[in-house]
C-alpha cells in the first residue's frame, strides 16, 4: 500500500458492529466483562480504547512500524521515553530543538539525575566525542525547530547501532509524507500530532511508533502506568485530520517554497532558512531523505533588529501571530519570546535564535495573498 493511501486506509478496519466507515467515538471509560477478566479485549481505557487504537494503528502505518502509541501532547509522548531511562544515564540531544523539549530536559529530568549532552549535529562525526558507558538515548530533530537544520538519520543510526544505543527522531515538521526515520535506522519516532497530523489546529496529541516489540511493551507500560493519554475525541479528530495530510503537505510544500524564494529576494531580509535551497548547509542529506522540504521557513531581518521583527509580526493580516504549526492557516512566531523563551538567552543565540528570527508555518492557503502579507508587513 502506497503512502497516500496509507492515510486513508492504512492500519483501519471498518467498525465490527456496523460497518461504520470511520472508527466510532468510544466515550467510554469501562467496558462490560462476562465474568473477572472474560471480556472483549477493552477492560478500561487508560488501558486500552478502541478508538485510541484504530489511530495508533494509523500511526504505524504511516511510519512504516508495527506499534504506535498516542499520548496526551507530544511533550508526553517524550516524556515517556525519557522513562525509558534511570539516574546516572545520559542523552546526547540535539542542540537547535523545541523550547519545550529543552525546558523537559534541563528543568525535570535533570533533577532525576540524566545528563544532556546539546550537540549540533550537522556533522555527524563529533557526536561519537560525547558517548561513554552512561549514553543510553541519542536524541534527533530533524528538520530542527527553528533553524530548519538537516541531520543525517542513517548517518546517526549507524553510530548509534555500534554503541548499541536507542535513537529517536522528533519528525513534527518533516511528517512522514516526507520522511521516515525507522526507514532510516531510528529506533522510535515521535511526533507532536497537534500539528500536521492533527493538521486542524483544534487537537493537542503526541505519538510513537516504533518496530521492536520488547521496545514497544515499555512503551505501553509507561503509556498505561503514567496516564498521559488522549481521549477518544480527539483520537477521532486525528484520524480525520490524517485522512487529507498527504493533499495538505503536498500544498505546504508548495507555498513554503514560494515564501522562502520571495523572503531570500527581499532587500531587507538578512537570512532565510529552508533546507530546499542549494546554500543550505545540508541541503543534500535533506534531497536523500527527505520527499520534499516542508512548510516550515525561518528568517531575520537585516542588522538583528528586535522591535523590526516585533512589528513585521505584529502587522501580518493573514498570517496568524500564534504558536504551533501545521495547521492549514498560516502563522507566524517569534521563537526568543514564545516557542523558545524557555531556553536562556546566551543558549539560544549559540545556535541562531536571535532576537530579530521570526518562524513561519506557511499554511495551504494561495500563495500570491501570504507573498502580499508577508510584503506588506515588511515594507
Not at 501580518?316 to 495547521?327: D, M, Q, V
Amino acid at each position: 500500500m502506497k503512502f497516500n493511501t496509507k492515510t486513508i486506509h492504512g492500519g483501519q478496519k471498518h467498525d465490527a458492529a456496523y460497518g461504520s466507515v470511520m472508527p466510532p467515538i468510544y466515550q467510554t471509560t469501562t467496558y462490560a466483562q462476562k465474568s473477572p477478566g472474560n471480556h472483549k479485549g477493552y477492560e478500561y481505557s487508560r488501558t486500552h480504547n478502541p478508538t485510541r487504537h484504530a489511530l495508533e494503528q494509523s500511526f504505524a502505518s504511516l511510519e512504516n512500524g508495527n506499534f504506535g502509541l498516542a499520548f496526551g501532547s507530544g511533550l508526553a509522548a517524550i516524556d515517556a521515553v525519557l522513562k525509558l531511562l534511570k539516574p546516572g544515564d545520559e542523552v546526547i540531544s540535539t542542540n537547535d530543538l523545541y523550547g519545550g523539549t529543552y525546558r523537559l530536559f534541563t528543568k525535570i529530568y535533570e533533577d532525576f539525575g540524566i545528563k544532556f549532552h546539546f550537540i549540533g549535529m550537522g556533522n555527524v562525526d563529533k557526536i561519537e566525542n560525547y558517548i561513554s558507558e552512561k549514553t543510553k538515548l541519542i536524541w534527533v530533530e530533524t528538520p530542527t525547530n527553528p533553524m530548519m537544520n538537516i541531520i543525517d538519520i542513517k548517518a546517526v543510526s549507524e553510530i548509534s547501532k555500534k554503541y548499541s544505543l536507542l535513537l529517536a527522531v522528533d519528525n513534527t515538521f518533516a511528517t512522514p509524507y516526507l520522511q521516515q526515520p525507522l526507514d532510516l535506522g531510528a529506533d522510535i519516532v515521535m511526533h507532536s500530532a497537534t500539528k500536521y497530523l492533527g493538521g486542524h489546529s483544534d487537537v493537542v496529541m503526541g505519538a510513537l511508533v516504533v518496530r521492536d516489540k520488547e521496545l514497544a511493551e515499555k512503551l505501553y507500560f509507561v503509556q498505561n502506568a503514567s496516564g498521559a493519554i488522549c481521549g477518544p475525541q480527539d483520537a477521532f479528530l486525528v484520524l480525520r485530520g490524517i485522512k487529507t495530510l498527504h493533499v495538505r503537505m503536498q500544498r505546504h510544500c508548495e507555498n513554503g517554497k514560494a515564501v522562502a524564494e520571495f523572503l531570500m529576494s527581499h532587500p531587507k531580509i538578512e537570512n532565510v532558512y529552508w533546507p530546499g535551497f542549494e546554500n543550505h548547509p545540508n541541503h543534500d542529506i535533506a534531497k536523500s531523505q527527505m520527499k520534499d522540504f516542508g512548510g516550515m521557513v525561518s528568517f531575520t531581518t537585516k542588522g538583528n533588529n528586535y522591535e523590526e521583527a516585533i512589528k513585521i509580526v505584529e502587522n501580518l493580516k493573514i498570517f496568524t501571530l500564534a504558536e504551533s504549526l501545521g495547521g492549514v492557516e498560516s502563522l507566524a512566531g517569534h521563537p526568543a519570546s514564545m516557542t523558545h523563551a524557555s531556553i536562556p538567552k546566551e543558549e539560544r543565540e549559540k545556535t541562531g535564535v536571535v532576537d530579530s528570527l521570526i518562524r513561519l508555518s506557511v499554511g495551504i492557503e494561495d500563495k500570491e495573498d501570504l507573498i502580499a502579507d508577508l510584503k506588506q508587513a515588511i515594507d
